[in-house]
């Protein structure tokens, strides 16, 4: 059942290309919550056992010849990454629902995103789950460079090259792995015993080809000019799904097909992914313009989970996944706060600006969500990132006991950016020079003052918060099903 969810936003990409204009927006949300639907009936409806082992679903030959088949498969890690696309993907629409420009068009591309990711989430034919891998870029770049603002060609152009320079890096990978095992089923060449020779060679290959989508440092640079680049939804989607996309990789196929090979570099992606968390927190610090601060977060918190994934033990792996989870739901809600919430109302993203305007009182809402996802993001207690973080922290205490220190740095540095943010976004006590109406946001001749925060805004918004408080309050919910799949997996010491 859950291979529908590829199915329905497939058909709903096609169905928007006939249908009139005003209709778009409502084939996407009625996609979008069909596809949530499906994920979570078959995360309740399959048992924690079955979801164990990446269990086929699907199996059709595809090119016999080559060994190719349209083979789908699911477990506890795909099936969490799959329930996180539908959330995100739902919220993006309803952050999406005013926009007027080619709105088929606009939709199009961003069901193309959302249907790319589910099959990489879900395939386990080496082939097919590079096709979908492949598929996300092309509606990622127009995404950005027709409807994106800042610097649109330039951050376009950039996320595609470091796409598809990534992508070649897998594809050498995939063929290194066809031609050796004569397969390109993933559950078959994780019981393969490749040669340790080219598993040292081959590893790094595969592993940095999916890393650059995932935001490694220092091939990072892509995330924040994308981000700021893209619309809102491009942003939700690029941090919410996109960057999953390249760590999901980098376990289901590199780690679990060349053992050995992780085990000779684990130390090394350890160290960058500590210098990830380090350096990106810092640069955030320095950020004046708001989606900057949260492009820059998102390769932080990114250093996270590749840090999980290093650990190659049951607790760091899994906190890794969760974190995956986590910083979609996260990373969505806080770029839907900047640039939905607070941008379209104020057409500005500056921090000294913001400070002056007193949101607080004028945009209440946008306040305590942004306080919501600020505290979500730091890590306090009671929300999926702390669920998530600790988890890691204490599967790398095992392994990378220094490491933990050095990251603790990172984490103080995460909360002073993200207070700083917070503070002058909405709490600042800048006086403004820009005439301002009592119980009105910014008045600006050049353009027409919107209305206060809009009902599908406030759906989408206290979707992602109640995504990120239920995992928070009990995490036991989605580890229960994480934890039995990781330790599934070859890579695990």
Known sequence: MIAW???????????????????????????????????LIAFFQTSIVDLAHFNTIVRVPWVPSLGMNYHLAVDGI??????????????????????????????????????????VFLSADLFLLFVFYELVIVPKYFLIAIFGSTNKEYGAMKLTLYSFFGGALVFIGILVAYV????????????????????????????????????????????????????????????????????????????????????????????????????????????????????????????????GLATANALGVSGAVLQMFSHGVIAALLFAVAGRMIYRRTHTRE??????????????????????????????????GFAAEITILIGAWKTFPLAVWITGAGMVLVAAFTLRALK?????????????????????ADWNEQQN?????????????????????YPKFLLDRIMPAVEAMRCLK
Not at 88 to 93: E, I, L, M, Y
Not at 424 to 444: N, P
Not at 457 to 471: N, Q, R, S
């Open 453 to 473: 925060i809009t009902a599908a805004e406030k759906t989408g918004a206290c979707l992602l918060m109640f995504a990120t408080l239920a995992v928070g309050l």
């Open 351 to 384: 921090l000294d600006a913001l400070s002056g305007m007193n949101l607080s009182h004028v945009l209440p809402f946008a306040a305590f969500t942004f306080v919501v996802a600020s505290a979500a993001s730091i890590g306090i207690p009671g929300f999926s």
């Open 180 to 307: 050796t095992a004569g397969s390109l089923d993933l559950n078959q060449l994780a019981q393969f015993q490749f040669a340790p020779q080219l598993q040292a060679w081959a590893f790094p290959v595969l592993f940095l080809g999916f890393a650059v989508l995932a935001g490694i440092w220092p091939l990072h640079t892509w995330a924040p000019t994308g981000h700021v680049a893209a619309p809102t939804a491009g942003s939700m989607l690029l941090a919410g799904i996109v960057m999953k996309l390249g760590a999901y990789g980098g376990l289901r196929v590199a780690m679990n097909l060349f053992p050995q090979g992780f085990e000779m570099w684990r130390n090394w992606i350890a160290i960058l992914a500590v210098i990830g968390i380090l350096y990106a927190a810092a640069v955030a610090l320095r950020q004046s313009d708001l989606k900057f601060v949260i492009g820059y977060s998102s390769v932080s918190h990114m250093g996270f989970v590749l840090l």
């Open 424 to 444: 002058k976004s909405f709490f600042g006590d800048a006086i403004s020079s820009v005439r301002m109406q009592e119980g009105r946001v910014t008045l600006d």
């Open 78 to 119: 795909s099936l969490t990454m799959v329930l996180v696309t539908g959330i995100v993907a739902v919220s993006t629409v309803l952050f999406s629902w005013d926009a007027d420009h080619r709105q088929n068009e606009f939709f199009f591309w961003l069901l193309l995103v959302v249907a790319g990711s589910y099959g």
């Open 5 to 39: 969810t590829i199915y329905i936003t497939f058909a709903g990409a096609v169905v928007l290309l006939f249908m009139p204009r005003f209709l778009a927006r409502w084939i996407a949300l009625v996609t979008t919550v069909a596809d949530f639907v499906v994920s």
